[in-house]
Structures are given as C-alpha cells and as structure tokens.
C-alpha cells in the first residue's frame, strides 16, 4: 500500500492536545509544528477470493464486496484531526468526518510503569496487540458529520475505525447502512496508518522514543518472560480464597461473534464442551496481514495450561488513584501439575451487566495487559477512558510471577457477568485467541470459602 502525501503550511505554538477527558488529567503539548502535513493512505478492499474465511459473509450487507473507496486523509485541525475519506466511484460522496481524536487510539505507558523498563514495554506491547475498534453511531455520528452521506446507494449510519493487532501501522475502516433496523456493514476497508504521524502521536503521548519499542510493535517480537511487579499497578488491601463452579465440561452458547467465528477453529474439529480445546493440539485461524482470519496459516496455542482451575482468590486492592478495585487470581494447572496464574483487577464488579449462562455472549469482554482499552466501544467511551491512568489489567504469570505471552498461549482475555439471580456470583469465561471461542467457563461465588452459599 502506498502513501501519498499533502504537504499544507501550518504553524502552531504550544498546541494542545488533550490526552484524558477529565479535568484533572495530564494535558499533553505538542511542541512548535512548521510546516506540518496532512497524509492520506490508500484504501483497499478485500474480495471473497482474498478473503474467503472472513466470518462476515454471513451477516454483511449485499453491497459489500461491491463498495470502494479510494484513500483516507488525516488533516491536523487544532487538538484533534479531520478525516477525509474519497470515493474510488465518482458518483459517491467524500464522507467527511470532523473533530476526530487520535490519542486513546495510540498504545501508552500507565503513569504507575513509568520508571520500570519492562513493565513500560509489556503496557505499550499488548496495548498494541490487541484490537481497538471504535464507533460512531446516532447522536456521535451526527456531530461528527458535516452532512448525511451516502455511498454506493446507501445511507451511512454508522463508521467504525479500528487499530488492529498487527502492527502499529495496520488499521481499518467500516461503513454500516440501516437494514430493518439494525446497523448492517457494506464496507470494509484496510490501509496504512501515516508512520510519521503514528511516530509523532506516540511520541507526544509517552515522551518516549517510539524506536524503542518499534520491533515489537511493528514486526511483533516477544518481550522476555520476565518478573512483572504488579505492586506498582496496585496494593492488595485484602483477600480471601472462594469457591467455583468449573463448566468445563459444558459447551458454550453459539450465539453472536461466538457464531460467526465457528469458522476459524481448526482443531478440535469435533467438540461438544470447552474441556476439548484443553490441549496444546488446539488450532485456530492466524490474523494475518492486513488484517484478516486465514486458515490456511493456523496458529498454535498452548491451552493445556487450563486443564483444570485449582484454586481462585478474590481480592480487594487499592489502585494509584487511591481507589477500592475488584481482582480475582485464578490458578490453572496442566495435567502435568504445570501451574499458570490468570490475574485480572482494577475493576468493579458491580458494574458488571447481569445476565443468565445463555446471554454470557452480551458479557463484558476485557483484553490482555496493562491500561487497555476494549476490543470495541463507542467514540464517547472510548474518549472518556484514558489509558494513561486506566486501573485494569489482565495479565498471565507462570509460578514464579515471570509475565507470559497471552497470545501464544492462546486466550485474548475473560469474559464478565455477574449471575442473573445472585449478584454474588460472577462467571468467568475464557475467550480464546482472537475470541473465536469460549474455552472455559466458572462461576464464582465472591464470599468467603468458609461462608460458601447454597446455590454453590
């Protein structure tokens, strides 16, 4: 793919990019720009040819694999950007979207890693590899928009753009149109995010030098497995040790993106509960460049890590901020005793939506690292949400503490609810790598073991 480059002159002194949407927050400065440019990327699009595993086929507007558009322009406009999107048919409009903010979108180091290297890298490393698609729908849209647009014969009503989990430079872009009342894709685009407008953002952002990190997030080398020192994250006020429920054995409801990704498990390829993918056998679809499921190119995992839960500890912590969190410390072993520590905190529960095993598909699904943002959210969350400061984590530890590739082993991160009937309950579902599955799910009762309630 090919960048063009639109060269404007533009002087700004001490422009303000503001970094969190809370007052309280850092407020980043960009340094004096002369001559600053606007960039534009080619857009592609891939055909059922190129694309053939994609898990849209089944739930994509007709018009998908006959909508094009020609490029996507950044133009800098104060503290935030302007897109131009253009059409590759003449007939079509240029969809012009204002006052877009870039900064949540570019991965960050958490004030509590700043002063510790490898914490600093495993934050911006899984920030990365990790999917961050972003919508702008109804009111959002509205202000977004000069005017309504349309394209190849349809009314747009909703526009997503996505920073994918390859590299940092990888990135898409949808349109939706209305279909009986419900927000349908008929385009899907993928370009090359401008590189020196990624390395000045980044830059901006973490008062670091993107070349430090540039090998892992650009051609995804592996950080050592290495001591991870969550106190810095967190203090663990208090916790106790809780009883489970483990579904292993149980399959999961296909329903919602669990369906449409049937298509990416490889092996097994016959499973009736989610104890089958318990093997270091278990294969999916690989995301490959520029971003799309393949087949053809399985990825390995190593989920015989989640053979069977031992044993789960809830926790009360108290984050940077001086805030009361939610944790829960689940350990797994292998069937040869091998032990695998699944950590994930700074959140509350009670925030969770309340829902039956049948609706665990509708759950809050959370990702893998440091200060992430959701795999998808709306523009107004994914505004207010600053990863700076954002007190979740999930991560995975082998016994000694030493941090562990999520990815290679094969989960992108837990699935939440809280239990429809006892608000006491929470159900923790395992989503496999690139969330094609569900691969273990337990019900936890947060009371004490030794309070253990009847319904457990």
């Known amino acids: 793919m090919k960048l063009s480059i639109i060269n404007f002159s533009l002087f700004v002194s001490a422009l303000l990019l503001s970094s969190c949407s809370s007052e309280n927050k850092e407020v980043i400065t960009l340094n004096e720009i002369v001559n600053h440019i606007a960039v534009s990327a080619e857009l592609i699009e891939l055909s059922d040819t190129d694309y053939p595993d994609n898990p849209d086929i089944t739930i994509r507007h007709e018009k998908y694999t006959n909508t094009a558009m020609k490029s996507i322009t950044f133009t800098q406009d104060g503290r935030a950007f302007n897109l131009t999107i253009s059409p590759e048919n003449t007939a ?22 700043k002063g510790d290297d490898y914490m600093t890298l495993i934050s911006v490393v899984n920030q990365e590899w990790n999917r961050n698609q972003v919508k702008w729908t109804g009111n959002a849209l509205t202000n977004a928009l000069p005017k309504n647009f349309t394209v190849n014969g349809e009314l747009i009503t909703r526009i997503d753009l996505a920073r994918n989990c390859l590299s940092s430079y990888l990135w898409e872009l949808f349109f939706y149109c209305n279909v009986n009342g419900k927000d349908q894709v008929f385009y899907h685009g993928w370009f090359d995010f401008p590189k020196q407008l990624y390395k000045d953002l980044f830059e901006e952002r973490n008062h670091d030098k993107f070349e430090k990190f540039a090998q892992h997030m650009v051609d995804w080398k592996d ?74 190119d399985p990825r390995t995992t190593e989920l015989g890590r989640f053979y069977s839960l031992e044993n789960v500890e809830y926790r009360k912590t108290i984050g940077t901020e001086s805030k009361i969190h939610d944790e829960l410390k689940l350990v797994f072993s292998r069937e040869n005793g091998e032990e695998t520590q699944f950590i994930f905190g700074g959140m509350d529960f009670s925030k969770l939506p309340k829902l039956t095993t049948e609706e665990c598909n509708s759950g809050n699904p959370y990702p893998m690292g440091i200060g992430n943002h959701p795999f998808y959210e709306d523009c107004e969350s994914h505004e207010k949400l600053c990863s700076l400061d954002n007190p979740y984590f999930g991560v995975l530890l082998n016994k000694d503490g030493n941090w562990l590739d999520s990815h290679k082993i094969g989960i992108d991160g837990p699935l939440l609810h809280l239990d429809k009937e006892n608000p006491n309950v929470i159900h923790v579902w395992l989503l496999s790598f690139e969330r094609h599955a569900l691969v273990g799910h337990y019900e936890i009762n947060l009371a004490k073991a030794s309070e253990k309630t009847a319904t457990l």
């Open 92 to 113: 079509d409009d240029t969809v012009v979207m204002n006052d877009i903010h870039l900064m949540e979108f570019i991965p960050s180091i958490p004030r509590c890693a």
């Open 223 to 296: 950080p050592k497995n290495e001591s991870l020192n969550l106190d810095l994250i967190r203090k663990v006020n208090e916790s106790h040790e809780v009883n489970f429920i483990n579904h292993d054995n149980e399959m999961y409801p296909l329903h919602g993106e669990r369906k449409k990704k049937e298509i990416a498990i490889i092996y097994p390829t016959r499973y009736s509960k989610m104890a089958d993918f318990h093997t270091d056998s278990a294969l999916f679809a690989t995301f490959s460049s520029p971003g799309f499921y393949n087949r053809k």
